[in-house]
């Protein structure tokens, strides 16, 4: 119910749709009762012209479009806003919580989460509202001919409409939940299992990576399986108490002719009535699974929502210019894992400086502290002065550029993948960027030269090739302040030597910390920090 109340809170502009919707639908399924109800009135009294039941239909068909129409519209548009609220929660996240989430989960979130949504909107507000609707209504109906029929009525909508989805929901639901989680851990290794099909092939591993896949599969299936059990048996009951509910309303009826309470031809009215009224609770009783699954992914929406960053953006501050940065007694951890301890370091302008280290050592952390991806928990980290928590996030990433190990492309022409960096930036700015990251001519010997488009995860390139486009970015940004994590770690000697001196011509004006293993990559260093590792062996 918690879950449900919050995804309800994203329909509030959309009342009048829902109002319309549920209109529709509710006399659409009158039309549907009283369609055979008049025609046995007409055939005894003739009541009125024949083809008013034809126009009826007619009606009940244009009612049940408008419906589905007004459903459809409703959950289509809020599927689009919740999209964006989850990418836009995402970027707030990232990147430090970014780093340690399943990317299959992720992927499974984004896609078919999101998608089950559809059912709780289109499926789910409007039915249970027309069902209410259509019971209140059918309990005045019966009342008119006896109190008794209309009690005997309603419990039976309260079996098939409440009481039987409420006792299977419990299962269903942590069946449903269990599914989705299996999905998208199932989404994960698949995932894993492309990424990784060379090695697989290489190692020969291929036949275990397979099995882990079928038990994974056969895992999912059986839990699958469970949860189609319990729509069969929410069916089975809502189908027999339907058809005891009809035959009930029909001894019944016919108990109170022989009382003269009622009429013999309102006795087989109301048995009709009975029969075909029980459409709206039927739908609300074979939500089933697909409301148990849809409550699942609400959950699981819900829990990425209700995450807080670990950095907020900071606004509202007055823009600076870079003069130089540094740490000052930072202490940083993982949990208990202290990774800097007290670390005061100095990066003025128009300086190279290098941080020289074994892994874990803290290197890549303290980028990330500059970058304001993760806070200090002691000391401050300061550009221009001021701590990085205190300067707007907008004119922070303007002052950085900053390379990573691992460059990230997009599957799009070489040009938009370097001009992310600079939106505005023309095919002139671009080719310079590329010149100094040594990429240039590479590009130009390709058969589309720049336009040529870069496959999934940039799989037609080599790493070193991924590493200059990504020195690229950082070159077209122009930042003031470059850091660059392991920015030639790919690279042969002489391509390592250009680069190196293309940022020792850019830091005559601007301020270059350089992270790497490798002793050559520091020869252009005007200063170079060696940083001890903190973990334990």
Not at 529 to 537: G, H
Request: with cysteine; charged share 20%; proline share 2%.
């Amino acid at each position: 119910m918690k879950t449900m109340l919050k995804l309800l809170t994203l329909v509030k502009q959309y009342i009048p749709v829902i109002f319309l919707a549920v209109i529709f639908g509710t006399l659409g399924h009158l039309c549907v009762v009283a369609i055979p109800v008049l025609g046995i009135g007409n055939a005894v009294n003739r009541w009125f012209p024949v083809y008013l039941l034809a126009l009826l239909g007619l009606l009940r068909g244009v009612l049940h479009y408008a419906e589905q129409y007004c459903n459809h519209f409703l959950a289509f548009s809020i599927l689009a806003k919740i999209r964006e609220i989850v990418f836009r929660k995402l970027r707030s996240l990232g990147p430090a919580k970014m780093e340690v989430k399943d990317k299959g989960n992720l992927i499974s979130l984004l896609t078919s989460d999101i998608e089950l949504l559809e059912v709780f909107y289109a499926h789910t507000i409007s039915p249970v509202c027309i069902a209410f609707l259509m019971t209140v209504s059918m309990f005045i109906f019966f009342f008119h001919f006896s109190w008794i029929l209309a009690l005997t009525a309603l419990a039976f909508y309260l079996i098939v409409g409440v009481i039987i989805p409420f006792t299977v929901n419990a299962s269903a639901v942590k069946l449903g939940t269990e599914h989705r989680r299996e999905f998208g851990q199932m989404n994960s290794f698949v995932l894993d299992c492309i990424r990784g099909l060379l090695q697989s092939i290489q190692y020969g591993n291929g036949y275990s990576r397979l099995n882990q896949i079928k038990s994974k599969s056969d895992q999912l299936t059986e839990t699958k399986r469970k949860v189609s059990y319990l729509d069969g048996l929410t069916a089975a009951l809502s189908y027999l108490f339907l058809t005891l509910g009809g035959l009930t309303m029909l001894f019944l009826s016919l108990f109170l002719v022989k009382r003269g309470v009622i009429k013999y031809e309102q006795a087989l009215i109301c048995t009709v009535a009975m029969f075909t009224s029980f459409g709206p609770v039927i739908a609300v009783s074979l939500l089933g699974s697909g409301l148990s699954g849809t409550i699942a992914s609400g959950k699981r929406i819900a829990s990425l929502l209700d995450e807080e960053p670990v950095v907020e953006d900071v606004k509202g501050m007055e823009e600076i210019t870079f003069s130089g940065a540094e740490a000052e007694n930072v202490t940083f951890s993982y949990g208990k894992e202290i990774i800097l301890d007290k670390l005061s370091m100095e990066f003025p302008k128009n300086r190279i400086t290098g941080i020289q280290g074994k892994s874990g050592s803290g290197k890549s952390t303290l980028l990330k502290l500059f970058m304001h991806f993760w806070q200090a928990q002691t000391g401050q980290v300061l550009v221009s002065g001021k701590s990085v928590e205190q300067i707007n996030t907008c004119n922070l990433r303007q002052i950085e550029s900053y390379v990573t190990q691992e460059t990230v492309l997009f599957h799009d022409t070489i040009e938009n993948n370097i001009r992310i960096a600079k939106l505005d930036a023309d095919r002139n700015e671009i080719i310079e960027a590329c010149k100094k990251a040594q990429i240039h001519n590479f590009i130009s010997q390709l058969p589309d030269g720049y336009e040529t488009e870069v496959a999934e995860l940039g799989d037609n390139f080599s790493g070193g090739e991924r590493q200059r486009l990504g020195l690229a970015r950082a070159f077209l940004h122009g930042g003031d302040f470059m850091i660059l994590d392991e920015p030639t770690s790919n690279l042969d000697s002489y391509n390592e030597h250009q680069i190196m001196a293309a940022v020792k011509k850019e830091a005559k004006k601007k301020s270059v910390i350089i992270v790497s293993h490798r002793d050559s990559t520091f020869e252009f260093a005007d200063k170079v920090y060696k940083l001890k590792s903190k973990r334990k062996s």
